[in-house]
Structure formats: structure tokens, C-alpha cells
């Protein structure tokens, strides 16, 4: 089994609104990732968490907060978005090998986000 | 110079015929690439992952990297309509020892395979 389920597939939301974006994994991968694309760009990394502590922040807006409550699930809450935020949300997963390599992330059917 | 490049398209071949994709990578402690298929309004699929120079062949898939050339390719023999999609080379580097690899990609090569 190799899915990544991610929920909800789309999402509408107003500038003043909070949502939460969520990701779930049943590999026991322990690196889980959260990206961001707009059309016709490859997908732009916002955050990794590593054994269910966050080790890379890519300077994302404190706008966008995530959260691991557990080693299967991710969660970005989303709060006073802009509409320039609105871009497909990517959520991904990676085992990482006894020889310190990372074996291959696998993404999530992604959460259609349009600000308005 | 961008982290990983790829070779600028689009490329189009016509039905049965190789298609040859290509990417660079600028950092020289990169361990791990991969091949990544995006149908238009989908998420990346993975294709090929490759870890060791040389030839990794995978159906109609062929990846191959060079290290000290800092380059990893895909071939696609008989390629098929089905195979349309935008292909994204990504590369991960475990620099540190830390526990995490920062996966980079490239901006995508978009295919066609025309009937």
C-alpha cells in the first residue's frame, strides 16, 4: 500500500476564514512533507517533519501552521489567507534507509485551495 | 543556477517512438533521484527512482545517472498517448547526517505523444 490520503480534495475559503488541510499515512514512513504548486510550476516545499518533529520550515507565512499529532498524520491549518495562497496543497511521505538515503516520497491526491 | 534543471520543452513524439528526457543537478552531494509523472490537475506519480550510477530499466522505463557528470535521464521506449503528462526530475541530499533529505525539482519537461 502506497497511498497518501489527503482531505478535503477542494476547498473554498474567505480571507477571514481558518480551515485545516489534512494528510494520512499507513507505511510507517516517518518523514512527511507539505508542498505547495501553482499551475504550471513543479511543486514548492513548505515543510518537512522528521519523527513527528518539524525540521524544515521553508520560510512559509505564519499564516500556514502545521501540526503532527502522530506519526500517520499531518495537518496544515490555514488562517487569514491571501487569494495569491489559493495553488494545489501537496502532502507526501518517505521512509529513510538504514544508510541514511531517502527512498521515495509518495504525494497525496493534493487539496485544491482557492482563496476568494 | 537553479538546484536541478531539466531540458527545456515541450517535447513531442510521435506514438512508438524513444522519448528522452534529461536533468542536471548542481549539488554534488545528492544521493537519491527520482522521476516523477503529473497528469494535468494530478498529483506527481512516482516512476523511477535510481540511486546508483548506471542503468535502472523498469518496463518501458530506462533511468540513468552519471554522478560525476551530475546528470540523471529517463527514456521511454514505445511511447504511448497515455504517457502525455509533465515529467519532473527530483533529487534529495542528505547533507549533515540529519534525519531528513530536502527533495528539490526541477521545473518539468511537458511530453506529447501525438497518434
Known amino acids: 500500500d502506497t497511498e497518501v490520503t489527503q482531505t478535503p480534495k477542494h476547498l473554498v475559503m474567505g480571507m477571514t476564514n481558518k480551515k485545516s488541510l489534512k494528510c494520512e499515512q499507513h507505511?510507517?514512513?516517518?518523514?512527511m512533507y507539505w508542498y505547495k504548486q501553482k499551475a504550471k510550476k513543479p511543486p514548492e516545499l513548505m515543510f518537512v517533519y522528521s519523527y513527528e518533529k518539524l525540521s524544515i520550515n521553508e520560510s512559509v507565512p505564519s499564516r500556514f501552521s502545521p501540526e503532527c499529532p502522530n506519526s500517520s498524520l499531518l495537518n496544515l491549518h490555514l488562517h487569514a489567507l491571501q487569494p495569491e495562497d489559493s495553488a494545489l496543497y501537496l502532502c507526501a511521505s518517505s521512509h529513510r534507509t538504514s544508510e541514511l538515503r531517502n527512498t521515495e516520497a509518495f504525494f497525496g491526491q493534493g487539496t485544491r485551495l482557492t482563496v476568494v | 543556477q537553479k538546484e536541478v534543471e531539466q531540458n527545456s520543452g515541450p517535447l513531442s513524439v510521435p506514438e512508438g517512438a524513444i522519448a528522452s528526457l534529461n536533468c542536471t543537478y548542481s549539488d554534488r552531494v545528492s544521493q537519491s533521484f527520482f522521476w516523477y509523472r503529473q497528469y494535468s490537475g494530478k498529483s506527481p506519480e512516482l516512476i523511477m527512482s535510481?540511486?546508483?550510477?548506471g542503468d535502472k530499466e523498469d518496463g518501458r522505463f530506462t533511468a540513468q545517472l552519471n554522478k560525476a557528470s551530475q546528470y540523471v535521464s529517463l527514456l521511454i521506449r514505445d511511447s504511448q498517448p497515455s504517457d502525455s503528462a509533465t515529467y519532473l526530475c527530483?533529487?534529495?541530499?542528505?547533507?549533515?547526517?540529519?534525519?531528513?533529505?530536502?527533495?528539490?525539482f526541477g521545473q518539468g519537461t511537458i511530453l506529447t505523444v501525438h497518434p
Open positions: 535510481i540511486y546508483s550510477n
Open positions: 507505511m510507517g514512513h516517518r518523514a
Open positions: 527530483a533529487v534529495t541530499s542528505n547533507a549533515g547526517g540529519t534525519s531528513y533529505g530536502k527533495l528539490t
